[in-house]
């Protein structure tokens, strides 16, 4: 069983030691890292709400106790944390890439911030008029964020 790992691992190694000394995948490595904590607090809220709080849910059909309250405030801690996952990731992405490059780390990040903000599609209202729309702040924004930090560290 060593043998074969052992062979897999002279396979693997040398494909893995490039994908590591990748800047732009290790700047979308130290930016997921960075902000784990986050998704796992979000994580944890979401799977609170779900299984053991709520109506019909398990406290509920233990104790009686709903916990509607603790709901509605797990349910804004997790949305609000998923929900600016793509803005959290434009700017540590462009941080951490600006640290690759030696080039001012804040004024760059701050700038993708903008950019991403700019290129994120808006949308509109009679009585509102635009506004940016939230969905793509969020994970459904990933690849615009990836697009946004690259470019403008490149640039």
């Known amino acids: 069983?060593?043998?074969?790992?052992?062979?897999?691992?002279?396979?693997?190694?040398?494909?893995?030691?490039?994908?590591?000394?990748?800047?732009?995948?290790?700047?979308?490595?130290?930016?997921?890292?960075?902000?784990?904590?986050?998704?796992?607090?979000?994580?944890?809220?979401?799977?609170?709400?779900?299984?053991?709080?709520?109506k019909g849910n398990y406290f509920d059909k233990w104790f009686g106790f709903q916990g509607l309250d603790i709901v509605n405030v797990l349910g804004a801690i997790g949305s609000a944390g998923m929900n600016i996952m793509a803005l959290l990731i434009v700017y540590l992405l462009a941080k951490n890439l600006a640290k690759e490059y030696k080039i001012d780390e804040d004024a760059v990040s701050v700038t993708a911030v903008v950019c991403f903000l700019i290129i994120t599609t808006f949308g509109t209202d009679a009585k509102a008029g635009e506004y940016i729309r939230t969905y793509y702040l969020g994970a459904a924004g990933l690849f615009t964020a990836f697009i946004a930090a690259f470019a403008t560290v490149e640039v």
């Open 1 to 54: 069983m060593n043998a074969l790992m052992d062979k897999i691992a002279d396979k693997i190694l040398p494909f893995a030691e490039v994908l590591s000394k990748n800047k732009y995948l290790a700047a979308i490595r130290n930016a997921f890292v960075t902000i784990m904590p986050i998704i796992i607090g979000c994580s944890l809220c979401t799977l609170l709400n779900s299984v053991f709080l709520g």
